[in-house]
């Protein structure tokens, strides 16, 4: 039988055997959560997120011990919610479409009898326009109702909002009703993990004294995953699949994309695709395959984003300079003179508030002083388009 592409980089992974490095950190937030602590967790986008809260729910289903018996997941996708309204479907469908059965039904029950007790239709909130209009404050209480209802679906519960950030802009106040709903008197069974991709909002939700969640999780930053991990992960899948790969392949491999989750299994899927079957993966593969990887940059969703940049205010043309000064120059000494004046910044001063900026846009990240483009490839489209790099040695 021809054998399959092993490498998945178009969606998460919801396959343990294909999950790389996050055992320990899976466990050390299993049992935060266990033990009734709320946790944040940060990361860029595409960096394994939503695969990590895969595989921390076959976690959470494993028995700790006495203090620490199976939890119950429930996932709640908050990436496109803009109103309270889109809240309650989430939720709805978070819950209409779990793969427990068992819970799944549960809450189809808990549904059915909060209907019945308020007079009010999920399905009719959630994608259809009632003949009295509802209030903001009607649609709050609905969504109050249907959190309350969710606690009774399980003695020991973890509710994760993925992309929790969206409610930061979202009317109605919902993370009072959250604090009210799930962390309050009769909630002491149900822990909550809220994931970010954008962590100065995430932070400001959690951090504002003004804001009800303030103080209310332990915050913690998603792993690298070790590159020898990752170098015995994908030197293993090459093998297994007859099509072994050389170890300056493997190594060039990790180099070009960073280790970064989403690239690097991309990056593998399209050298496994130009392998014949019985041949082995060589440097030249990579080398060729990264290359058709980057230009397609040219006519994806960065590209666009770009040209919408460029011919917008001060303040966006300046992001645009930004992340062609990171790209060229990488992440540190960025306010020298030199390079102020290189990159076309008025002064100084301009670069930090551009970087905050883009760093909400998700575009870039900091770590201990030193700022870097998420994407490695959207890095390198940028560096081998650029007039500047490599012009100047530093």
């Not at 944040?40 to 695969?51: E, H, I, Q, S």
């Not at 919610?81 to 068992?102: E, K, N, Q, Y």
């Not at 994760?160 to 993370?175: K, N, S, V, Y």
């Not at 030249?284 to 940059?297: K, M, S």
């Amino acid at each position: 039988m021809a054998a399959l592409n092993p490498f998945i980089w178009d969606r998460p992974l919801d396959d343990p055997a294909k999950i790389v490095g996050m055992d320990a950190f899976a466990q050390q937030v299993a049992l935060t959560l266990k033990g009734q602590t709320n946790v944040a967790l940060f990361g860029p986008r595409d960096t394994g997120k939503t695969t990590f809260t895969n595989q921390l729910a076959l976690e959470l289903g494993r028995d700790h011990g006495p203090d620490a018996p199976a939890f119950d997941v429930v996932k709640i996708n908050l990436q496109r919610v803009v109103s309270i309204p889109g809240f309650i479907g989430c939720v709805h469908d978070a819950l209409s479409a779990h793969p427990d059965r068992h819970l799944r039904r549960s809450a189809q029950r808990q549904f059915e009898a909060l209907e019945k007790e308020i007079g009010f239709d999920i399905k009719v909130i959630k994608g259809s326009v009632k003949s009295v209009a509802r209030t903001t404050e009607q649609d709050a209480e609905a969504l109050h109702a249907q959190l309350v209802s969710m606690r009774k679906l399980s003695n020991h519960l973890v509710v994760i909002f993925d992309e929790f950030q969206r409610l930061a802009h979202c009317p109605g106040d919902p993370l009072a009703v959250i604090r009210s709903a799930l962390m309050s008197s009769g909630a002491n069974h149900v822990s909550l993990l809220f994931t970010g991709s954008i962590r100065t909002v995430l932070q400001m939700m959690l951090e504002d004294s003004s804001q009800p969640l303030f103080g209310e999780a332990a915050q913690l930053q998603l792993p690298v995953i070790g590159r020898i991990e990752f170098l015995e992960y994908l030197e293993f899948q090459f093998q297994a699949t007859s099509k072994p790969a050389e170890e300056a392949a493997l190594e060039h491999l990790l180099n070009l994309t960073a280790a970064h989750p989403r690239r690097t299994q991309q990056l593998a899927w399209e050298c496994w695709n130009e392998t014949r079957p019985g041949r082995p993966v060589q440097l030249q593969t990579v080398i060729d395959a990264h290359n058709d990887l980057v230009q397609t940059i040219e006519r994806s969703e960065f590209s666009a984003m770009l040209d919408l940049l460029i011919s917008g205010d001060d303040g966006e043309v300046n992001e645009v300079r930004a992340l062609q000064m990171l790209a060229d120059r990488g992440g540190q000494k960025l306010t020298s003179r030199p390079l102020v004046a290189r990159y076309g910044f008025s002064s100084a001063a301009r670069i930090k508030p551009t970087l905050l900026r883009l760093q909400r846009r998700g575009l870039i990240d900091e770590h201990r002083g030193v700022w870097r483009i998420v994407d490695p490839f959207f890095e390198e489209w940028l560096r081998r388009s650029s007039p500047l790099a490599d012009t100047y040695p530093e």
